[in-house]
C-alpha cells in the first residue's frame, strides 16, 4: 500500500512511519513543514500528486491546557484541518485514519468506555478532537477513528519523560491519583494501525495499552522501571489544578468483535525505557 502520514514529525507520526514500513507499505512522510493539513490547496496537491491507497492524520493540536485559551486554533486543526484532509482523501480514492482521544469522554463511568458510548467531552481539546471525529466520517466513508490515550513515545513532550526529568531535579513529586486511564506505547499503538489500515474495518475503534491505572501509579512505575529513587505523593485534581479540565476516568474498552489489544501499559513503558536507554547509550 501507498500510505501518507501527516504530522510526520509528531510522537505518534515517527512511530507510524516505521510501522508502515516494517509491514512493506510504501510510506509519504510528511511533517508539518512540509503540508499544513489546514491548507487545503496543498493538502488536495499533495493527495493528487502522491495518490495514496490510505492517509493516516497524525497531525493535531495536542496542547491540551493549550487549547482552552486557544479553542478555535485547537478547532482548526483537530476539525477543519482534519476535515479538509479527509475530503481530499476522498477525492483520490483513499481510506482516512484520524486518531482521536479518550478525551471525548466526560469520565463519569466506571466501567470501561465503548465505542458506541455517547461522548460528552469537558475540555475544549475534547471538543476539538470529537468535532474532527464527526466532520472526518462526514467527509470520507473509508474512515478508521481510533480513540487512543495518554500517549508515550519517542520525541515527543509526554508523561515518562516529563517524571524522568523531575526525579532528576528533585526527591519527590506530587502526582493525581484520582484520574484513571491507559497508558499507551505510540510504537504499540502504530503497529496496530498500520495493520489496521490495511483492511476495511471502518468506523470507530477504542486502541490503548493494556490494564488501567491512575497518574499516581503510572509515576511510581516509571521510578521503579527506571530505577530512580524519587518519592511519589498521591495528589487530587483540585489540589494540582490544571486550566483544562480532564476526565476522572477514560478507560477505553471495546465492543468490537475482533477488538485490537495492545499489550499491557508495563510492558509498553518497559519496551519504551528500554528502547530510550539504547538511542542514549553512546555510539
Ligand atoms: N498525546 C496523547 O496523550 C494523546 C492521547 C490520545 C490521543 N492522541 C492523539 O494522537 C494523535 C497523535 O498525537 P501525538 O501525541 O503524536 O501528538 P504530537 O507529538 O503533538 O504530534 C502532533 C504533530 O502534528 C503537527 N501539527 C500540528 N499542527 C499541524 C498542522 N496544521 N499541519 C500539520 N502538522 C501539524 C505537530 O507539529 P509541531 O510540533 O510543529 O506543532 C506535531 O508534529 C493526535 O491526533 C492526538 O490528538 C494523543
Known sequence: MNVLITGAGGML?????????????????????????CDSV?????????????????????????????EAGAMRINDEGAAQLAAAAQRVGAKILQ???????????????????????????????????TSVAVANPHHFIVRASWLFGHGGKNFVETMLRLGGEQPEVLVVSDQIGCPTYTRH??????????GEEFGIHHVAGGGQCSWYEFAQEIFDQAGVECRVMAGTTEML???????????????RLEPIALPNWRRGLAEYLAERQVAEAPA
Do not use: W
Open 13 to 37: 507520526g515517527r512511530d507510524m512511519i516505521a510501522a508502515c514500513r516494517a509491514r512493506g507499505h510504501e510510506v509519504v512522510p510528511l511533517a508539518r513543514s512540509e503540508l499544513d493539513i
Open 42 to 70: 496543498a493538502a488536495d496537491a499533495a493527495l493528487t500528486s502522491q495518490r495514496p491507497d490510505a492517509v493516516i492524520n497524525c497531525a493535531a493540536f495536542t496542547d491540551v491546557d493549550g487549547a482552552e485559551d486557544d
Open 99 to 133: 486518531p482521536s482521544s479518550d478525551y471525548v469522554f466526560d469520565g463519569s463511568a466506571r466501567v470501561p468506555y465503548v465505542e458506541s458510548d455517547m461522548p460528552l467531552p469537558i475540555s475544549a481539546y475534547g471538543r476539538s478532537k470529537q468535532a474532527g471525529e
Open 189 to 198: 499503538l502504530a503497529e496496530a494501525l498500520a495493520a489496521l489500515v490495511e
Open 241 to 255: 489544578a490544571r486550566k483544562a479540565p480532564r476526565p476522572a476516568y477514560s478507560v477505553l474498552g471495546s465492543e
